[in-house]
């Protein structure tokens, strides 16, 4: 039974930076490649960060290029998203997702707030 589990979701302020994580079990981690997406309140689900099995492609939407650094462990099933620079618009709740299956984790809460 595949199982996404993030972590590492809380309130910053503006400026701050914060690392999500996000741990896999029951595939072969090493065989997908991962993403990150958000969704804020009222708009549409967002893909923000892939990277492929190894790691050696990374894309990222335009909003956080410069600012987000997806990353992954294959050793611990663990795909991480690193987040400087907040804003507030970054607000949402982010969820990771195994490339080419439709498996969520149930997300967790990143709430950029002075």
């Known amino acids: 039974q595949v199982r996404l589990v993030e972590s590492g979701g809380g309130l910053v302020q503006p400026g701050g930076s914060l690392e999500l994580s996000c741990a896999a079990s029951?595939?072969?981690?090493?065989?997908?490649?991962m993403s990150w997406y958000r969704q804020a309140p009222g708009k549409e689900r967002e893909l923000v960060a892939t990277?492929?099995?190894?790691?050696?492609?990374?894309s990222y939407a335009d909003s956080v290029k410069g600012r987000f650094t997806i990353s992954r462990d294959n050793a611990k099933n663990t795909v991480y998203l690193q987040m400087n620079s907040l804003k507030s618009e970054d607000t949402a709740l982010y969820l990771c997702?195994?490339?080419?299956?439709?498996?969520w984790g149930q997300g967790t809460q990143v709430t950029v707030s002075s």
């Open positions: 029951g595939f072969r981690f090493n065989m997908y490649a």
């Open positions: 997702k195994q490339g080419g299956y439709d498996h």
């Open positions: 990277i492929s099995t190894y790691g050696r492609d990374r």
